[in-house]
């Protein structure tokens, strides 16, 4: 069966520090991989999304993933964190069937940046 | 710009009263999907639509259900509200791998947070 974890539920970085969530996946094939982000009381965003190829994706707002096949991983990183980065980030894995795109979310990281 | 729109952002009913929620999208998507948010939790998938085919998940209580009467609205209905209920209700779409493009994501409209009283 398929699903996602996220280790960490809450993480507190300092604005212009380094950053990686981490998310581990568990899936029979090939996985489709994405990084949504949840400001308060707002939709889900894309950030970014690994379909196939190079293992290094380059996201939205400085944000890149890392797709790592042997360790079932696909953390997210920003080399600089800023004050408008603190939200909930989730990361799901996709399955696509003939009734659509089946989504499984881990329970997220809640992002909180210090001044 | 393509979009999914969902109405209203902020809903209060009470108890036991039905209530609906909607949803419309101009992504022209044939797919759509319906979650609900509890606080601090991972968005949990209701039912979707695959045009007009419907698919429940296997957990999802009797008290809720869905419409779409075409392919740019899609309405969850919640027939009993309870306290339990409340939450935030996020739609979202995706597209037939059939269209080609980005099929695999889904794009999701900014949620309506249900009150129960």
């Known amino acids: 069966a398929q699903s996602v974890t996220q280790p960490d539920i809450h993480i507190t970085v300092s604005e212009g520090a380094s950053l990686e969530l981490r998310c581990n996946y568990s899936y029979g094939a090939t996985p489709y991989l994405f990084w949504y982000v949840q400001s308060p009381g707002q939709g889900l965003q894309l950030l970014l999304k690994y379909f196939s190829g190079d293992t290094l994706v380059q996201g939205i707002k400085g944000f890149e993933a890392e797709f790592k096949r042997s360790q079932s991983s696909f953390n997210l990183r920003k080399p600089s964190v800023h004050w408008s980065d603190a939200a909930e980030y989730f990361c799901?894995?996709?399955?696509?069937?003939?009734?659509?795109?089946?989504?499984?979310f881990g329970t997220g990281t809640s992002l909180t940046v210090i001044p | 710009d393509a979009m999914v729109i969902q109405n209203p952002r902020y809903q209060v009913t009470q108890f036991g009263k039905p209530v609906t929620l909607s949803c419309s999208q101009t992504?022209?998507?044939?797919?759509m999907y319906w979650y609900q948010q509890k606080s601090s939790q991972a968005p949990k998938l209701l039912f979707h639509?695959?045009?007009?085919?419907?698919?429940n998940e296997a957990d999802t209580p009797d008290n809720f259900q869905s419409r779409r009467p075409n392919t740019s609205f899609c309405f969850l209905d919640i027939r009993s509200p309870g306290l339990g209920d409340a939450a935030m209700y996020l739609c979202?779409?995706?597209?037939?791998?059939?269209?080609?493009?980005?099929?695999?994501?889904?794009?999701f409209g900014p949620g309506t947070r249900l009150t129960v009283l």
């Open positions: 979202a779409t995706s597209r037939d791998r059939r269209a080609g493009g980005p099929y695999n994501e889904q794009f």
């Open positions: 799901a894995v996709g399955r696509t069937s003939n009734t659509g795109n089946q989504f499984y």
């Open positions: 992504l022209n998507h044939n797919v």
């Open positions: 639509y695959y045009d007009k085919d419907f698919n």
